[in-house]
């Protein structure tokens, strides 16, 4: 699959949200950009805002007396830099329009076409899905158990460009029954000026990611950059299903690849009707969805994951 041209970005003024909070469970990381926050009038009061702003002030100051030249230079590159950001801001929010009201007029996207019968709690149809037993020796764990299942599973897909999930029963119920009402949906990635959208697509116990430029393109023909499956064969007999995605390494790293999978996963798999209720307004109604509440999602996550390592350290 060809990488996609150009990045469909949304600008955002604010420090870049955390993905390894999702991908690693390790600390978000954090753009220090500290020297956006030094110029002086209008510009100094906006820096102060930044929680930075205290801890390299002394750093600063010392910058902009010893090499003011160059602290000229540096703060117009930021201005220039800042512009362009609202630049390319306004012209992406017109893209995800135009391709949020195209979804909204096509029927393959609509909720009525979605409302085929739905499985209930706890069983899975397989009519058509992929068998576990093409990508793995089924015969030869049916005396396992579950937890020895998962660790040949994810030992498998350790070294492999895909990631992988070992999901309780009754958590898959969940994400079945809702990626059957909410089949679509579209994700945030951070990138280094702003954020690439993902969109998704469940089939059965499948689902696709394609970037959205790549979508805004070819629309349903776009290709995928990852493929996810769940197999959902040992769910009665284990209480366990099996997930692996394999990513397109030309497009997505796999640390990428698992920062929207569980970006996924929290929307769709969250006890509260908070985070699933973003999804269904984005179903039933896509051209009225404000693409902005997925990044104050991330940026609420981020913030408290921030507090907590600040707490720890």
């Not at 909204?104 to 899975?124: I, K, M, T, Y």
């Not at 149809?125 to 599973?153: C, F, N």
């Not at 059957?180 to 280094?192: A, G, K, Q, Y």
């Amino acid at each position: 699959m060809a990488a996609p041209m150009r990045f469909c970005r949304l600008t955002w003024g604010r420090k870049f949200l955390p993905f390894q909070a999702f991908a690693t469970g390790g600390t978000p990381f954090r753009a220090l950009q500290t020297c956006s926050c030094a110029c002086s009038g209008e510009k100094e009061n906006d820096l102060q805002e930044n929680p930075f702003f205290s801890k390299y002030k002394n750093k600063i100051d010392h910058f902009r007396k010893e090499n003011p030249g160059e602290y000229e230079m540096f703060i117009q590159d930021k201005k220039d830099r800042q512009k362009k950001k609202l630049e390319d801001a306004a012209a992406n929010k017109e893209a995800i329009k135009e391709q949020m009201d195209w979804m909204g007029s096509n029927p393959r996207f609509s909720q009525n076409a979605q409302q085929e019968a739905q499985p209930s709690p706890g069983s899975f149809s397989m009519a058509g899905a992929k068998k576990l037993d093409s990508v793995l020796r089924t015969d030869l764990i049916q005396d396992k158990t579950a937890e020895e299942i998962g660790k040949i599973w994810t030992d498998y897909h350790a070294q492999k460009d895909a990631v992988c999930a070992v999901i309780p029963k009754d958590t898959y119920a969940l994400l079945h029954a809702r990626t059957n009402m909410c089949p679509t949906f579209l994700l945030p990635m951070p990138r280094e000026q702003g954020y690439e959208f993902f969109l998704l697509q469940f089939s059965g116990h499948e689902c696709h990611f394609t970037p959205l430029i790549s979508f805004q393109a070819h629309k349903e023909n776009a290709p995928s950059c990852i493929q996810m499956v769940h197999y959902p064969d040992l769910a009665d007999k284990k209480g366990i299903v099996l997930m692996r995605a394999e990513v397109d390494t030309k497009i997505l790293t796999t640390v990428e690849a698992k920062f929207l999978v569980d970006q996924m996963t929290m929307y769709y798999t969250a006890r509260t009707d908070q985070r699933f209720s973003i999804v269904r307004n984005f179903t039933v109604k896509p051209t009225e969805f404000d693409h902005m509440v997925l990044i104050r999602e991330l940026e609420s996550i981020g913030s408290a994951s921030e507090q907590k390592a600040n707490k720890t350290d």
